[in-house]
């Protein structure tokens, strides 16, 4: 059954003017107890745009007259009136949100700390007007990014990133995509400024990296890796560092300008030299090498050379000096890890080097060779066996390391017959041009 709706538009447009010269009068309780009795009644009379109007004017009165504690006090009581019309409550909040945030989100400029008081206090009651409404989500999400923004200028970080937390707004449908993303990476910049690299891993995830390889999503892609750069910086992980700086100098906005793609690069084959071996970084390094920007960063491109090369590297590197000058490898204070590191790196490559050329080296002409102590020598390659990334055995009476792994049985008798199956295919071609001799003669 239809609810029975009465037009109260008459007597609306009487009274509203009548509480005006009220206002105007100093008058302004007398005035809201006027309103409030004709909002009742457009309320139960399901009057929507009566009521609107009414519950407009009451606040905007209450804003006339400067009295912000009637104006706190109106809008709650309205907006939590039994059975209130979703319309109306929306109303209020769209009527009260541009006193307090502009640009969806910005807290409005203020001169004293009497302002500063009411527009904290106005966004608040607004925030908590909009929790639970799926009508208000929007509403709700930017108040909650406007309240974690003064919060973030009044110095207290952890609070602002705890408020920013609460709201869940990748499930929100009224947001665009772009406010959402714009939104999570306000999110991540927080939770890393409060230190806390698992909750910022676990809001990282909610970014779509699809999404972001749009055009119209440049700016955002770059802010976001640069987070990411942030977080696997603390992580220590160089070759996720690599593809974070990768990904913004493959950004088009960012290949226009020469200062920014050549800083991206550089970083890019600087984490790549320091990662650990793998099918990705292999990769991603042919990649690199095959860009014709490369040429244009003399020491990028001798440094992934040398990498590709299956030749002893020489440490430090021919270019070393100027790797460890960039400013990616001293943020964070890592500069003396990293370096470690790239010693690491080059032993491996080494290793691995000498591991393709014998099957057996004595330790000594080894350790030559790689310009290492034989206990460094012998730590490194345990610790290569120990991940899998080359086999290896050491005979340490006779100073002999094995790089050629004992060959199974099965792999023997399977090689046999892959070497009889070539003899036969090469005598049968040979005995059929024989016949094709014979026959042509």
Same mark, same amino acid.
């Given at each position: 059954?239809?609810?029975?709706?009465?037009?109260?538009?008459?007597?609306?447009?009487?009274?509203?003017?009548?509480?005006?010269?009220?206002?105007?009068?100093?008058?302004?309780?007398?005035?809201?107890?006027?309103?409030?009795?004709?909002?009742?009644?457009?309320?139960?009379?399901?009057?929507?745009?009566? *009521?609107?109007?009414?519950?407009? @004017?009451?606040?905007?009165?209450?804003?006339?007259?400067?009295?912000?504690?009637?104006?706190?006090?109106?809008?709650?009581?309205?907006?939590?009136?039994?059975?209130?019309?979703?319309?109306?409550?929306?109303?209020?909040?769209?009527?009260?949100?541009?006193?307090?945030?502009?640009?969806? /989100?910005?807290?409005?400029?203020?001169?004293?700390?009497?302002?500063?008081?009411?527009?904290?206090?106005?966004?608040?009651?607004?925030?908590?007007? +909009?929790?639970?409404?799926?009508?208000?989500?929007?509403?709700?999400?930017?108040?909650? #990014? @406007?309240? %974690?923004?003064?919060?973030?200028?009044? =110095?207290?970080?952890? =609070?602002?990133?705890?408020?920013?937390?609460?709201? /869940?707004?990748?499930?929100?449908?009224?947001? +665009? !995509? !772009?406010?959402?993303?714009?939104?999570?990476?306000?999110?991540? #910049?927080?939770?890393?400024?409060?230190?806390?690299?698992?909750? @910022?891993?676990?809001?990282? =995830?909610?970014?779509?990296?699809?999404?972001?390889?749009?055009?119209?999503?440049?700016?955002?892609?770059?802010?976001?890796?640069? *987070?990411?750069?942030?977080?696997?910086?603390?992580?220590?992980?160089?070759?996720?560092?690599?593809?974070?700086?990768?990904?913004?100098?493959?950004?088009?906005?960012?290949?226009?300008?020469?200062?920014?793609?050549?800083?991206?690069?550089?970083?890019?084959?600087?984490?790549?030299? *320091?990662?650990?071996?793998?099918?990705?970084?292999?990769?991603?390094?042919?990649?690199?090498? %095959?860009?014709?920007?490369?040429?244009?960063?003399?020491?990028?491109?001798?440094?992934?050379?040398?990498?590709?090369?299956?030749?002893?590297?020489?440490?430090?590197?021919?270019?070393?000096?100027?790797?460890? +000058?960039?400013?990616?490898?001293?943020?964070?204070?890592?500069?003396?890890?990293?370096?470690?590191?790239?010693?690491?790196?080059?032993?491996?490559?080494?290793?691995?080097?000498? +591991?393709?050329?014998?099957?057996?080296? /004595? =330790?000594?002409?080894?350790?030559?060779?790689?310009?290492?102590?034989?206990?460094?020598?012998?730590?490194?390659?345990?610790?290569?066996?120990?991940?899998?990334?080359?086999?290896?055995?050491?005979?340490?009476?006779?100073?002999?390391?094995?790089?050629?792994?004992?060959?199974?049985?099965?792999?023997?008798?399977?090689?046999?017959?892959?070497?009889?199956?070539? *003899?036969?295919?090469?005598?049968?071609?040979?005995?059929?041009?024989?016949?094709?001799?014979?026959?042509?003669?």
């Amino acid at each position: 059954q239809l609810e029975e709706k009465v037009d109260l538009s008459a007597e609306v447009d009487a009274k509203i003017p009548q509480a005006e010269s009220l206002v105007e009068s100093g008058q302004l309780k007398e005035a809201l107890a006027l309103l409030a009795a004709l909002e009742k009644r457009c309320r139960v009379g399901n009057d929507t745009p009566s *009521l609107v109007r009414v519950c407009e @004017a009451s606040l905007q009165f209450c804003k006339d007259a400067g009295d912000h504690e009637a104006l706190l006090a109106t809008l709650q009581s309205l907006a939590t009136r039994r059975s209130q019309k979703s319309a109306a409550v929306k109303a209020l909040v769209h009527k009260a949100m541009p006193w307090c945030v502009v640009d969806n /989100h910005v807290p409005i400029p203020v001169s004293s700390d009497e302002e500063k008081e009411n527009r904290d206090k106005l966004i608040i009651v607004l925030r908590d007007i +909009s929790d639970g409404k799926i009508f208000l989500e929007a509403e709700r999400a930017r108040f909650t #990014r @406007a309240l %974690a923004t003064i919060k973030e200028e009044t =110095g207290d970080f952890s =609070g602002a990133a705890d408020v920013l937390q609460e709201v /869940h707004v990748e499930t929100y449908g009224s947001l +665009s !995509k !772009k406010e959402k993303i714009e939104f999570i990476l306000e999110q991540m #910049r927080l939770t890393l400024g409060k230190k806390d690299f698992v909750r @910022a891993h676990i809001v990282s =995830g909610k970014v779509s990296r699809k999404h972001l390889q749009e055009e119209s999503m440049e700016e955002y892609k770059v802010v976001f890796f640069t *987070l990411m750069g942030e977080y696997h910086r603390h992580e220590k992980d160089s070759f996720e560092l690599a593809k974070d700086y990768h990904a913004i100098y493959s950004t088009p906005s960012v290949l226009k300008e020469e200062a920014k793609w050549k800083d991206a690069l550089q970083s890019a084959v600087l984490f790549l030299s *320091l990662s650990p071996y793998n099918m990705d970084q292999q990769d991603m390094l042919q990649r690199i090498n %095959a860009d014709s920007n490369l040429e244009k960063l003399p020491a990028c491109q001798a440094t992934i050379r040398l990498l590709l090369k299956k030749e002893i590297i020489q440490y430090p590197l021919p270019h070393q000096t100027e790797l460890e +000058s960039w400013p990616a490898f001293s943020e964070g204070g890592l500069a003396d890890h990293w370096k470690e590191t790239i010693h690491r790196r080059i032993i491996q490559h080494n290793i691995r080097v000498v +591991s393709g050329y014998y099957k057996r080296i /004595h =330790g000594e002409r080894l350790a030559e060779l790689l310009g290492l102590s034989r206990t460094r020598l012998e730590q490194e390659i345990s610790s290569m066996v120990s991940d899998g990334s080359v086999y290896a055995k050491m005979d340490r009476p006779k100073d002999i390391i094995r790089f050629s792994s004992p060959k199974t049985p099965e792999s023997i008798l399977s090689e046999w017959a892959a070497d009889i199956d070539k *003899l036969l295919g090469l005598v049968e071609t040979t005995t059929h041009l024989i016949h094709k001799e014979n026959m042509t003669q």
